[in-house]
């Protein structure tokens, strides 16, 4: 049983089954734009960094994976958790590599 404060703060959440199939469709392809535009900045920061070509395509693997499923896949749930999983991976790996930096 969910408390009644916690109940009040969820009903405050938004829940993206509520959508229509339109706003969903123009969110996902913001999703799937900003993904697509972490490949070239995966590259930009191999070079910066001067790391070889292997460890961007170790980087770049991923993101594009999940950049080619949020296209083909066509059901709402796993499309969006794919292309949630690319974004959460390009941030991890940035991450990781910058503070080896520091």
């Not at 996902?28 to 900003?34: E, F, R, T």
């Not at 395509?57 to 066509?74: D, I, W």
Request: glycine share 4%; charged share 15%; proline share 6%.
């Amino acid at each position: 049983m969910v408390p009644p404060l916690m109940n009040r703060i969820l009903q405050y959440l938004p829940r993206g089954n509520t959508l229509d199939d339109e706003a969903w469709a123009h969110r996902h392809h913001i999703v799937v734009v900003v993904l697509a535009m972490h490949l070239p900045l995966l590259l930009a920061f191999s070079l910066v960094l001067d790391a070889e070509a292997l460890i961007f395509a170790q980087a770049s693997v991923v993101p594009a994976a999940c950049l080619v499923g949020a296209r083909l896949v066509k059901s709402r749930r796993p499309v969006s958790i794919i292309a949630t999983a690319g974004l959460t991976w390009c941030s991890a790996r940035g991450t990781s590599k910058s503070v080896r930096l520091a």
